[in-house]
């Protein structure tokens, strides 16, 4: 499917008719939904702000609790989902590109497989890259000023979204070194702010909730943005940072960094992999149909509150929400890159920091 049709599909969910979907009642049931990433990052944030409005409009009003289960960049976590069946309903989990990423490569810690699962809603996010303030003074809107500094990041793992960020600066001519083991975006910012980390990124909610704070006390100076996707499949500026330039954009305005070409190719790839369909949320193996339909129609009314798009600006960023069956459209086109994307990907991780997923 094409970012035009799957943006298309977002106003066209066809879901379950209203009698069928009385059938399910949540009074006096507690949910669980599991974040496979520490409390202090992005995706923490994300199952935050859409916890309460979905146990508003779910029947029965039940508690909606979040809980984390961190552990090998999130596949401990979907490794233990993926051995969960449907019971009563009551259990949801929700994934990042940091998720997908090992999957798609094909990691060999990876033991789970996106089509078992039961996607509800998925939606997108965008990520903003920052600079301490001493180098961040040197920034121009190109890298040329900042090729000859060592960077310090801390990082998830080279085949989590942070290849991301890791591959753009590369292709800048940076030298970042990311310090690898930590559990959550999060985690990499509270190095930045410790002065253990000098270069840092952090997805739209993550950077909405603590990052901006930072800048706006002088302790970090944006640097870029991944960008968005227009309906044609173009990078165009964040429409939640819509003053910030974009990768594309300090590529073209940096020596030796190119927009064309295989480097930029699998960027791209894995950027629309990791950032238009960004986190989902999924019920297990096995659930039935007038569940998965139930919380379709529970996080359509939430999108569709008159509320919505503000309360969403300010905590998790200006992005579309896919539910039900575009929710399934969403994460297909977000677990799938080519073949070239994928070895090239392959070879740059071995290269750059012997991984090998052989």
């Excluded at 008719?17 to 009074?27: G, M, Q, T, Y």
């Excluded at 309906?231 to 020596?255: L, Q, S």
């Excluded at 905590?315 to 994307?341: P, Q």
Aim: charged share 20%; with cysteine.
């Amino acid at each position: 499917m094409t970012i035009k049709n799957l943006v298309s599909s977002v106003a066209l969910t066809t879901l379950l008719a209203a009698p069928a979907l009385a059938e399910v009642d949540f009074s006096g049931k507690t949910i669980e939904w599991v974040i496979p990433f520490s409390e202090t990052g992005g995706s923490a944030k994300w199952a935050n702000f859409f916890a309460p409005l979905l146990a508003e409009e779910l029947p029965g009003n039940p508690t909606v609790v979040v809980k984390f289960m961190p552990g090998a960049g999130s596949t401990k976590g979907a490794n233990w989902f993926q051995e969960q069946e449907h019971e009563d309903g009551t259990l949801l989990f929700g994934t990042s590109g940091s998720t997908q990423f090992p999957y798609l490569l094909g990691d060999p810690r990876v033991r789970y497989e996106y089509s078992d699962w039961t996607p509800v809603m998925a939606s997108g996010t965008g990520g903003v890259a920052y600079l301490n303030p001493e180098d961040g003074a040197k920034f121009d809107g190109t890298a040329n000023n900042l090729k000859d500094i060592d960077f310090i990041y801390g990082s998830q793992g080279a085949t989590r979204l942070d290849l991301v960020p890791l591959l753009a600066w590369e292709m800048l001519g940076m030298n970042v070194e990311p310090v690898f083991g930590i559990k959550g975006r999060g985690d990499g910012r509270l190095m930045f702010e410790r002065g253990e980390a000098t270069i840092d990124y952090q997805t739209s909610s993550s950077y909405l909730g603590a990052a901006a704070d930072l800048v706006a006390q002088g302790k970090a100076v944006p640097m870029m943005t991944w960008g968005a996707l227009d309906a044609d499949g173009n990078i165009v500026r964040d429409p939640t940072f819509p003053e910030m330039p974009t990768f594309k954009e300090v590529c073209e305005a940096t020596e030796g960094c190119e927009t064309s070409g295989e480097a930029w190719d699998a960027w791209k790839a894995f950027f629309v992999a990791g950032f238009p369909v960004q986190k989902i949320a999924f019920l297990p193996a096995g659930t039935p149909d007038e569940v998965r339909d139930t919380y379709a129609a529970a996080f359509d009314a939430v999108r569709n509150r008159a509320d919505f798009a503000e309360i969403a600006s300010k905590r998790v960023g200006k992005y579309d929400v896919f539910v039900g069956e575009s929710a399934r459209a969403a994460t297909d086109a977000g677990t799938s890159v080519s073949s070239g994307a994928k070895d090239f990907v392959t070879n740059w991780l071995k290269e750059a920091y012997g991984v090998s997923l052989n």
